[in-house]
């Protein structure tokens, strides 16, 4: 089933560059791209996700914002970075998640092929309501598929 449907996009993007539309054609042989951005609600959160824009807007990726907690909580995360994501053009999806944060992630990115970075801070609230074993923490990601970017919190 996914040759087929393989097959179809890539004939779609012949019959676009014949009439002219190369940048269509091009993104749809290139196939979905998408940084995933975990939030933790923090003030921090801000450098989290200005790295993961920047590597969107480089890449022409879209954006998933993966959060742990409350629908007041996303709406102000939302409306917080929207205007920035609407201005930079750069799609974007809201995802949120009960648990484990860490957890979360590994889930979601394992069944995905088109996630291309993981962003996340630098933080113990990544442990937080955790089910799985922490005492070595870098198995915890070994899962993943893709590169984890850890943006840490700088000092002055």
């Known amino acids: 089933m996914k040759i087929m449907k393989k097959f179809e996009n890539i004939f779609a993007a012949a019959a676009f560059a014949e009439e002219g539309e190369f940048e269509t054609a091009r993104e ?7 940084v995933l951005l975990a939030l933790t609600g923090r003030e921090s959160d801000r450098k989290s996700f200005t790295y993961a824009m920047n590597i969107c807007k480089r890449i022409g990726a879209g954006l998933e914002i ?8 996303m709406v102000f995360l939302t409306d917080r970075f ?20 860490k957890e979360a992630i ?8 088109d996630i291309r970075f993981v962003v ?18 870098p198995k915890a990601w070994e899962g993943l598929k ?3 970017v850890v943006v840490m919190e700088g000092g002055n």
């Open 28 to 34: 749809m042989v290139k196939g979905r791209q998408t």
């Open 66 to 73: 993966i959060y742990v907690g409350n629908g007041s909580e």
């Open 82 to 101: 929207q205007d920035e994501l609407k201005k930079e053009n750069i799609a974007y999806e809201v995802i949120q998640v009960s648990g484990s944060i």
């Open 106 to 113: 590994i889930s979601h990115a394992e069944k995905r092929s």
């Open 120 to 137: 996340i801070e630098s933080s113990d609230t990544l442990n937080i309501d955790c089910k799985k074993d922490n005492t070595i923490p």
């Open 146 to 148: 893709c590169p984890l």
